[in-house]
């Protein structure tokens, strides 16, 4: 089979399939149809976390410490006595925004550098060489290191891990951009003498956007994952804003009398990254087949 | 052979210089004075000028780099901002635990993870196959630090099989050794397995699919023969690859992994050296652990030949 026949298949595919409507794309997707009920759930939830919770994530009542779970508090209170249900909630809003920012984020900036890298040998020799670097680099340890020598806040920890992803976001574009400069197609764009950026944002733009739509997703649950693990460590979100990984780090010194405030964000959390996996497993079996036997 | 083995060993070191130039460059980068940020909101002038000329910030860009490669590759990776110790040897000091977990979470990682993706793609399509492949989903959605909890309550809280924290050198007896690193080398390694049996399945997917195979099955061998002796071997390289490309994993989930069950090796130096904005500390650790990366993957390119025959160079 040549590599054009699955891709003219989705393409003539996917006008038939807006018809069908979400009720058959969910019976038919179903991994994606339930990643996205739990993210949308989630999504809900943060936004209006002040209704559902009925306590200040930052109040405290030193009388009410490290409290079991009960009905008054759904998940207990922490070491001072801080509602953990509520934090929990609005934790979730600083993990969403950077999941979802570092996922545009790097995918842009990665697409840029990707086409350019895909399509100009030069400056691919030089570009690659530096990719091949950055990644030779354990993520979250480049993380660690980007957050040691910058003030914590949401907008650098969004700058750290965007840097850390950038590079696969290259790798990938580059590889399909590779894989199309030689069709026919390409050359004939090349032959009636289309103009460089032409070809390159309307004839190889489009192959990447599929691969890249999965792509992003995965990004999204790394980057919530990696803003946890720097939170949990003292290198991410400043303490005083409640995040999930902020939380967490705080329950440490009470886990063995209230093991509730580690294990609600962390369930929280691993519930969510688990949501977003399933949307991307299930969006990279959609959108192209010949990607759905990669990793 | 060699002359590729050669190639590919001169092609490292263009990547190392480059890992280099990146981990040296991240203080540079940064916004602002970075000797004002690690001094910390309540530094005195003296103290910011201090840190400012132990990390040779007032010499120009270049000649810091050269001066900091060329004493890095002397092994000597500069002096620890907070403890005044030389980094290297901090390292050293912390290294036992850091091996003996890494070491371990590979071995089982490995052992569990092959057998496991071997079965997958054996009895593809069954529940057996689908409960693998949602495991798989699971180990990379759940965080280290979560499973690491999870399994502390359950298996060191409740249960009382396991120590909850801490960790005994090998000096102290083989037993006790062990029984501390069981859990953290299951909380680490479990992400580790899911993208291991991952790939194995796809991987054994492809062999068993090819005639050669058929014709395994037609001579009547036993299963397990099938699947070990004769698919695994062809579905080994992309295997092998995945496991150099987890060693990243594994060295970033080192540092989390410590830092939950209170084991005093490399990850822990590096937690302690983010609260104290001991920027040397980290820059030293990132070095290392990136150029042991690059090492692996290194050792494993030049295995292809020795796993699978039919690569020839």
């Known amino acids: ?295 | 052979m060699w002359a590729y083995a050669v190639r590919r060993i001169l092609a490292t070191i263009p990547v190392l210089a480059i890992v280099a130039l990146v981990v040296f460059s991240i203080l540079h980068i940064a916004p602002g004075d970075p000797a004002g940020v690690i001094a910390g909101d309540q530094a005195t002038e003296e103290q910011v000028q201090a840190i400012r000329s132990k990390l040779r910030l007032d010499l120009p860009f270049h000649e810091q780099f050269i001066l900091w490669l060329t004493s890095a590759l002397q092994g000597d990776l500069g002096i620890s901002i907070f403890s005044n110790r030389p980094v290297m040897a901090l390292f050293v000091q912390r290294l036992e635990p850091t091996i003996a977990l890494a070491v371990l979470t590979t071995i089982i990682a490995v052992t569990l993870a092959v057998p496991i993706g071997v079965l997958a793609a054996w009895r593809a399509g069954t529940a057996v196959d689908r409960g693998v492949m949602s495991f798989a989903v699971l180990g990379f959605s759940f965080p280290v630090f979560v499973i690491g909890y999870v399994l502390i309550y359950i298996f060191a809280i409740k249960l009382k099989l396991l120590p909850i924290q801490g960790y005994r050198p090998l000096a102290d007896g083989f037993w006790p050794f062990l029984r501390h690193l069981v859990l953290p080398s299951f909380a680490l390694g479990l992400s580790f397995m899911a993208l291991i049996a991952r790939i194995t399945r796809a991987s054994m997917l492809e062999v068993l699919s090819q005639d050669h195979i058929r014709t395994v099955r037609a001579k009547g061998l036993p299963a397990w023969r099938l699947l070990f002796c004769h698919a695994l071997p062809n579905a080994a390289v992309p295997i092998v690859t995945i496991i150099g490309v987890g060693v990243a994993l594994l060295l970033g989930g080192v540092v989390v992994t410590e830092s939950v069950f209170a084991i005093p090796g490399v990850g822990r130096l590096v937690v302690d050296a983010i609260l104290h904005r001991d920027y040397p500390v980290i820059q030293g650790v990132l070095l290392i652990f990136s150029a042991t990366y690059v090492m692996v993957n290194l050792i494993i390119d030049l295995l292809y030949v020795v796993i699978d025959p039919r690569i020839r160079y």
């Open chain 1, 1 to 295: 089979m040549t590599d054009l026949a699955p891709q003219t298949a989705t393409e003539t595919e996917a006008p038939a399939r807006r018809r069908r409507g979400l009720a058959w794309n969910a019976r038919r997707h179903p991994t994606v149809a339930l990643g996205a009920a739990i993210l949308l759930v989630m999504i809900v939830a943060t936004l209006f976390a002040p209704f559902l919770t009925g306590y200040d994530p930052l109040f405290l009542d030193p009388l009410k410490r490290m409290q079991p779970p009960s009905w008054t508090h759904l998940s207990g209170t922490d070491g001072i006595g801080r509602d953990v249900w509520s934090r929990t909630i609005h934790g979730g809003r600083v993990s969403l925004v950077v999941g979802l920012v570092v996922a545009v984020l790097s995918t842009v900036i990665g697409l840029l550098i990707g086409l350019v890298s895909g399509y100009s040998r030069i400056a691919d020799a030089i570009l690659m060489r530096f990719m091949d670097g950055l990644m030779s680099i354990p993520a979250i340890l480049l993380a660690i290191a980007l957050m040691a020598v910058v003030k914590a806040s949401i907008t650098t920890v969004i700058v750290a891990i965007t840097i850390v992803e950038v590079p696969r976001v290259v790798r990938l574009v580059r590889s399909v951009v590779l894989s199309i400069r030689d069709q026919a197609y390409v050359e004939a764009a090349v032959i009636v003498g289309s103009r460089f950026g032409k070809i390159l944002f309307r004839h190889i733009l489009p192959n990447t956007l599929a691969p890249l739509t999965v792509q992003a997703t995965y990004i999204c649950a790394a980057a919530i994952l990696i803003e946890s693990l720097l939170s949990f460590l003292g290198a991410g979100t400043p303490p005083e804003v409640p995040s999930w990984g902020n939380i967490m780090a705080e329950g440490r010194s009470y886990f063995l009398l209230a093991p509730w405030i580690i294990f609600t964000p962390g369930v929280v959390l691993a519930v969510t990254v688990l949501a977003i996996n399933l949307m991307g497993d299930g969006l990279r079996d959609m959108l192209d087949p010949r990607f759905a036997k990669r990793l």
